[in-house]
């Protein structure tokens, strides 16, 4: 199994913009500095879900070994303001041919602790809960 | 606020998934996994066609659950999961239905968490999203 390469990522309202479209999730607070301060933060944060996406960029070698997603499982931790940059790590908890089982943290430049963290399961092959469904 | 007994859950609601949907999900995030973006690269994985991302489920969202009437500002997404079972690719359609599963308050915080199941077109589990919500308002 090839090592796992942590990805880096300055979040930039543009991201934000595109995610919010692509994702069809309107908050204001991921994208208008108005709406955030009249919520009681500093300005606009990322989406949860656009940071968990882009966890998928680190799963990506794993990917293109043949390995794919079963389960996904993560906290939200803190929130992640635009214009910072995050660090995507993970550590491997198993190894097999058929199975990958990372741990993984989202951390924010400035904070110790992460901003997110989860546990990612990953199986080789196409068979899941016994169906084989591929035409 | 209000707050349904545990177990109410919405009506089916079917979602086609658009090719056009998955791409611009995928753009979003920079994804560079081929079977993402390119029916082909799909089919040689093993896949029906162009897959959607894991994390695209959320966008397969279940209609409201009658009777939760949560406040729009100062809702928390804490956790989040996915279990997976067949792909969902483009052209398929997934029958979503959301359940509420476990109220629990502790302190001045309501946490709902919320399960929503998919089925494609052939009767298989797609996926099952489970998010708990964090709010701060109490139940009027």
Known sequence: ?135 | MNIPPVGTQSPPFSHAVELGAIRRFVEALGLKYQPYRNAEAARAAGYRDVVAPPTFMITLHGLPIPGLDLPEAGLIHGEQTFRYGESVVANDVITVVSRLTEVKTRGPLTFLTLETTGINQDHVMAFVSISTIITRESQS
Request: hydrophobic fraction near 40%.
């Open chain 1, 1 to 135: 199994m090839t090592s796992l390469v942590p990805v880096v990522h300055r979040v930039t309202r543009s991201d934000l913009v595109r995610y919010a479209g692509a994702s069809e999730d309107f908050n204001p607070i991921h994208f208008d500095d108005d709406a955030a301060r009249y919520y009681g933060l500093d300005g606009v944060i990322a989406h949860g879900m656009f940071t968990m996406g882009l966890v998928t960029r680190f799963l990506e070698p794993l990917l293109n070994q043949g390995y794919r997603v079963s389960e996904w499982s993560n906290r939200f931790r803190a929130m992640i303001p635009v214009n910072r940059t995050i660090t995507i790590d993970g550590t491997i908890q198993e190894s097999s041919q058929q199975r990958v089982i990372l741990n993984i943290a989202v951390t924010l430049e400035d904070l110790p602790k992460p901003a997110l963290t989860g546990t990612i399961t990953l199986i080789r092959g196409l068979l899941i809960g016994g169906l084989a469904t591929t035409n």
